[in-house]
C-alpha cells in the first residue's frame, strides 16, 4: 500500500503561473491568502462539512486560519498531513487546495470524505492512496449526529 508522502501533488511551478496570474490583478500575496483563508472560515462556518472538499489540504488550510486568530473551527490539526500537503508559500498551499475543492465540487463529491489520491511513480503501490477527511474538532462540535 503507498503512503501519503508518496502521494502526487501539483508543481510548484504550475501553482506559481496561476498565482502570477492573480497577482497581476494588483493584489498582494499576503491580501491573496488573507482574503482566501477568511473566505474559506466563513464558508466552514456556515457549512462545516464543507471541510470535506479540501481533502488533505484542509490541515495546513486549516493550520493558516488557526494562525490568523480564528478557534471557532477548532485548534485541532493533523500536522503530519499538513506537512505533507502544503508549500514554502502559502499562498500556493491555499491555491492547491482551492483548486482540488473545486475540482471536487464540480465532480459533485463534495461531501464525499474519500479522497482516492494518484501515487507517484516512486511507489511500490499503483492502487490510489485512500484519504479520508476527518476533522475532529469540526466532525464532533460542529456536525449533527
Request: hydrophobic share 40%; charged share 25%.
Given at each position: 500500500m503507498g503512503k501519503l508522502v508518496e502521494t502526487v501533488i501539483p508543481q510548484e511551478s504550475y501553482l506559481n503561473?496561476?498565482?502570477k496570474d492573480i497577482l497581476s490583478s494588483g493584489i498582494s500575496e499576503k491580501d491573496y491568502v488573507?482574503?482566501?483563508?477568511?473566505?474559506?472560515?466563513?464558508?466552514?462556518?456556515?457549512?462545516?462539512?464543507?471541510?470535506?472538499?479540501y481533502g488533505p489540504w484542509w490541515p495546513a488550510i486549516k493550520q493558516l486560519i488557526v494562525g490568523s486568530g480564528e478557534v471557532e473551527i477548532g485548534q485541532n490539526i493533523e500536522s503530519d498531513v499538513a506537512a505533507i500537503y502544503s508549500y514554502p508559500k502559502n499562498a500556493l498551499?491555499?491555491?492547491?487546495?482551492?483548486?482540488?475543492?473545486?475540482?471536487r465540487l464540480e465532480?459533485?463529491?463534495?461531501?464525499?470524505?474519500?479522497?482516492?489520491?494518484?501515487?507517484?511513480?516512486?511507489?511500490?503501490d499503483t492502487e490510489p492512496y485512500l484519504y479520508v477527511s476527518d476533522d475532529i474538532s469540526i466532525s464532533k462540535y460542529h456536525l449533527p449526529n
Open positions: 503561473d496561476i498565482l488573507k482574503n482566501a483563508i477568511s473566505n474559506i472560515k466563513q464558508m466552514i462556518i456556515l457549512d462545516p462539512r464543507r471541510y470535506i472538499a498551499t491555499v491555491l492547491a487546495g482551492i483548486i482540488y475543492s473545486t475540482e465532480d459533485h463529491i463534495v461531501d464525499d470524505p474519500y479522497h482516492y489520491l494518484n501515487v507517484s511513480e516512486i511507489s511500490d
